[in-house]
């Protein structure tokens, strides 16, 4: 009976797990649409118009740009651009580049969160460095 | 007959390499749009042009929304013009390397180009229509990092899923749909991700349309002339 029970919670912990994994990679499509309904109107907007700008829209009070927080402060746009480099987190940047991943992470994603983090793996990298450092010439002492 | 296989074969030694060298793309170009709805809920639209070739490895964008600019990342500098003029210069690591344009062109967007990063691959199993992929840091780095789970459909790259360390909390999703095929090459027409901070949600849409392959009409502008913005 023991070895039944076992057996079942052994599946149904699989069967769980399995779903969650599944479920992470499910998008929502409709609520996706409902969400970014406004921009894709703004878009098709300026795909029509192509010489318009942001500026000339808000000039004219346009209508389109009603339901619209727009953020258009100035040099956000190279944010938006590039994609997270290898979806690697900010702390192994740091770690692995030091000072260089603490630039990318900055240029990429314009975050002090991110930008903090970075510093944490940049430090842990130099704490790793000096270990091994030491290592290295206490081994050649022994040598 | 034996002379027809010995001429077949060497027929297929001689044109192998040229198929094969059908194959390597270098360039790409398409129009963009990218459309981000953050957590604070601020909007952002941007859109233009992309070109991209890998031998020059300059991202050239003519952006015609928000504003009329064009953006030069090349080497360590990321150039910002508008209307020809240099409006600013500024240092930046080169990224080219890590983009989806050189992922794709150089065929590495298959893993994200991850089989070269620090983590590795430790569990792949079929679920549903995708085949799941764990993976996980190495060494000491996988005491602080949590592992990346990577699905793929139809063999593409369709999603990345970045966990925690604990493994309880998704930090991002990303998602590579609406493929298409130009001239052979597969190509995402839309990149969704979801970055999540706190209880708060960032989604951010990229769609690439009227994608072209290696596009020789324009040489000039993959090749951007920076003699005089230095």
Request: charged letters at 20%.
């Amino acid at each position: 009976m023991k070895v039944l029970l076992a057996f079942v919670l052994c599946v149904l912990f699989s069967l769980t797990i399995q779903a969650g994994q599944s479920d992470l990679f499910k998008v929502d499509d409709k609520a996706l649409i409902a969400q970014f309904g406004s921009l894709t109107e703004l878009e098709h907007f300026v795909s029509e118009n192509n010489e318009v700008t942001l500026a000339e829209l808000q000039a004219n009070n346009n209508t389109i740009l009603n339901d619209i927080a727009i953020n258009s402060s100035d040099g956000s746009t190279i944010s938006l651009l590039q994609e997270p480099p290898l979806g690697i987190p900010s702390i192994i940047w740091g770690f692995c580049l030091g000072a260089v991943g603490m630039v990318i992470v900055y240029i990429v994603t314009e975050s002090q969160d991110e930008l903090l983090k970075s510093l944490w793996g940049c430090l842990l990298g130099g704490v790793a460095w000096v270990i091994l450092l030491v290592s290295l010439s206490s081994l050649s002492v022994c040598i | 007959m034996k002379r027809a296989i010995l001429s077949i074969f060497i027929s297929l030694i001689i044109v192998f390499p040229f198929v094969v060298q059908g194959q390597q793309f270098y360039r790409v170009k398409a129009d963009f749009s990218i459309k981000e709805k953050n957590a604070d809920s601020t909007s952002a639209l941007t859109m233009g042009t992309v070109y991209y070739d890998k031998n020059v490895k300059q991202i050239i964008y003519e952006i015609t929304f928000p504003r009329k600019e064009t953006w030069i990342l090349s080497d360590t500098t990321i150039y910002r013009l508008v209307e020809g003029k240099l409006e600013s210069k500024t240092f930046a690591p080169n990224m080219a390397e890590f983009t989806i344009f050189h992922l794709t062109l150089t065929g590495n967007l298959y893993n994200y180009g991850l089989e070269k990063s620090v983590y590795k691959i430790i569990k792949v199993e079929k679920e549903e229509d995708m085949v799941l992929s764990t993976w996980a840091p190495q060494g000491q780095l996988k005491e602080h990092f949590g592992n990346v789970i990577m699905s793929h459909k139809e063999k593409k790259l369709f999603g990345i899923v970045m966990l925690s360390k604990e493994e309880e909390k998704v930090l991002s999703r990303q998602f590579f749909r609406k493929y298409q095929n130009i001239n052979g090459l597969e190509f995402p027409g839309e990149i969704l991700q979801f970055t999540y901070k706190g209880d708060g949600e960032n989604i951010k849409m990229t769609t690439f349309k009227n994608i072209i392959i290696d596009d020789v009409s324009e040489n000039e502008i993959y090749n951007y002339s920076l003699s005089d913005l230095r």
